[in-house]
Each structure stands twice: as structure tokens, then as C-alpha cells.
């Protein structure tokens, strides 16, 4: 079994993988939104200009999320004050403040790339993914299934698909857990022992705290691969802002609820606005109050205007299903419906939903516990308390992997 994972290439994973959208640095903010919401995966590729210092001409591929456009939008008083605006600009000035924050690069590797030597690229610092070109073969079945001829006019889209698939850490470990049974006994000790649990990247923010505190700590989980965590007073865990979660959402929106609410309470909206009921009335009034006190004016009519329809604020196509559910009306009472899943690697989930796990659960738990949910990291609390006490990376996770498919971590008789 070892000498067939040993055997293996980058090309193997990418059987039936959707082709990733690529837009060019000058495409508006707005036009990259919209692209993230009709394509399969919650992310898309900008082909990053060349330094003007280097003689050879490379291109960099930096991975952007609706997270990323938050952060961008939020991260900014001009951008708070027209929200407009900033959408209008180019989608470049999102890609200098991902790769600014140490995060979105994704490294091009040749197919027939050893999954091993993979594996220490998306070890590197920053790095989030592999862009692996597609075969001809591949390619044309592609064309196919989509209805068009490869000729097809690609340039009068703002996105357009490359030639290339992504594979990111969840796709990698969950090959890997395919062949769980090579990785006895390490597979079964706990993540404590294995040191997987981390605690100097856990970003945590109180139920009270404002909710633009939460954007710093959103670009630092995005580069670590987690989430912001929602603690209470005992730093027990009582939810998350999740990137994933966040793809679902609309930026106007979910910005003035950043800009006008606690912590807490943007967790609230952001959950509400993803079920098939409209925010409260309480959360939208105090957005209002907190938005007009911050002399975000524009933010606050656009709320006030949009407050007047069933809506609050435009939400995504992914939030507009039907519902008559009576007890969405307050945060405590959502009901936790299971979010639409993309055909890729992550989801949409409850900003409560959140993945726990304990300090002497065993490595192999806590994989399957992850990639059943879709992510990328499992929460660790306190086993009596419930505080949080860390959380395990599917970055160290794979760390550990690797490390038992060197050759000297091979037994003779695999």
C-alpha cells in the first residue's frame, strides 16, 4: 500500500475535477463577485501581474474568496463610507491585500508531479493550493459536457475557465484517508501527542466585541486556513465565522453588519441571512443606529432603503429558498438547515455548526470528522469547560502524513 501511494501523481487526483475561473487584475470587484457566485467552487483565480523588477516574464495565480473581498471592503474606512465604490475598483487591489497578508498564492505544478513532492509545495509558507493543468483529453471532455466547442468565445467572459484544476489540503488528506490503514499506529494516537494542537493560530474573538474587530482576525484565519472563532465569557466555543460560510453571503450586506454590530450578533446575521428567513428586525434597527452614530451615512440609507422591502439587504441566489418556519425570529431559535454544497471542496454551513473535537481524541476522529463536514481544521475545547483550548490545521495534519511516507517511515513489508 505504501509503495502505491509512493507511486502516485498530482494527475490522479484530478479526475473529474471542474476547470478553475481566471479573471485578469483589471476585472471590477463587483464582476469578481459575480463570478464566485455562478462558478462550481467558492474561489476564483486572478492571474497576477509580474513584478515590473523581473526580467522573465511569470505569471502568479492568487486564489480570491468572498472572504477576501470582505476583508477588502471592511478593511477600510474610505470603503466603509461607499461600499459602491469599492466594488468598482480592480479586482487587483484584493489580490495586493491577500498576498499583503500572506495568503492566496497558489503554486503551478506539472501533472505528473510525485504526490509527495506536492504535498512539501503545499507545505510551503502561504501556499493554498496547486494548480494542475488538465490533459488534452480531459480538456475536450470538458468542452463536451459543457455543450460548446473548445473555440468558443472565452474572451467576451469576465471569468473564464483555464486549463488547469485546483487540488487544495482537504483534497490531498482525504485522498490520504482512502489509505488510513498505512498510517498505523500514528493514525490512532491523539492529536495532543501528535502536538496538533495549536493554539498560537486560533483567532478568537468575544460575543461583545465589535464586529470589525473581526475583520484583522478574518484575514489571519484565511491565511491560516481556519476560521474566527466566537467565544463567551469562559471562552467557551459558541460559534464561528467561517470563510466558506461567508461565500454564500452578500458583501453589502454583511459589511454594514460588521460596521454596525457586535461580534455576536454578526454571527447572528450572517446566519440568518444564509436560512430562507430575513435578519430580525432588532439586528437591521441596530445596524441602522450604529451605522448613522459611525457617519457611514451611505452604508446607513442603503440599509434604510432596503429595510422598506421584505429583504434587508439583497442577499445571494444560494439564500433564497422558501421557508415558513416560525422560529427564526430571534438567533436563538434558527433552525439549523443543512447549506448547499459546491461540487468542490467546501460548503456552506451554520455559523453554530461548528467542528469540535477533545485533546485526546485520536488523529483519525478528527479527519473523518473534518472532511465529513468540509473543512479544513476541527476546534479542540476543554472536554469539561468547553473552552477552547485550540485547533488542529489540516496544514499540520498533512505535515504528520508526510512525514510517515519518507522512506525510512516505510515498513520493508508494504
Known sequence: ?????????????????????????????????????????????????????????TTTY??????????????DAGNLRDVAAALSRPVAVVVAGAVASGHGVTHRVDPQTRLLDAIDVLLTDGCQ????????????????HQGQAPSSDAGALLATSSDCCVLTREDIVR???????????????????????????????????DGLDVIPLLRRAVSDGTAVAVVADDDALVGEICPSVLASCDVEAVSAAFAGLSAGDTMAYIDCSLSSHSPPEFLVRAIRAQLAGKGLDAMAELVECAGKDTAVLPLSPSSSLSSTSSDEDSPSGRAR??????????????????????????????????????VGYVWVANETSGALVGVVRFADVLAVLREQLRPQSVSPRC
Do not use: N
Open 129 to 144: 493550493g496547486l494548480l494542475v493543468p488538465l490533459s488534452a483529453r480531459t480538456r475536450k471532455r470538458h468542452h463536451q
Open 175 to 209: 485522498h490520504l484517508f482512502g489509505s488510513i490503514s498505512h498510517f498505523s499506529p500514528v493514525a490512532a494516537l491523539t492529536v495532543a501527542s501528535l502536538g496538533l494542537v495549536r493554539r498560537d493560530v486560533v483567532h478568537a474573538v468575544h460575543v461583545d466585541d
Open 337 to 374: 438547515r443543512p447549506r448547499r454544497m459546491s461540487s468542490g471542496s467546501f460548503g456552506w454551513r451554520s455559523t453554530e455548526d461548528v467542528v469540535a473535537c477533545h485533546s485526546e481524541s485520536s488523529l483519525v476522529a478528527v479527519m473523518a470528522q473534518a472532511l465529513a463536514h468540509r
Open 1 to 57: 500500500m505504501a509503495a502505491t501511494l509512493l507511486s502516485h501523481v498530482v494527475s490522479d487526483l484530478c479526475i473529474g475535477r471542474p476547470r478553475v475561473l481566471t479573471l485578469p487584475p483589471s476585472t471590477p470587484v463587483a464582476a469578481a463577485l459575480a463570478a464566485l457566485r455562478t462558478g462550481a467552487d467558492p474561489f476564483v483565480f486572478v492571474d497576477d501581474e509580474p513584478a515590473a523588477c523581473c526580467h522573465a516574464k
Open 62 to 75: 492568487v486564489k480570491v474568496t468572498v472572504a477576501d473581498i470582505l476583508c477588502y471592503a471592511c478593511g
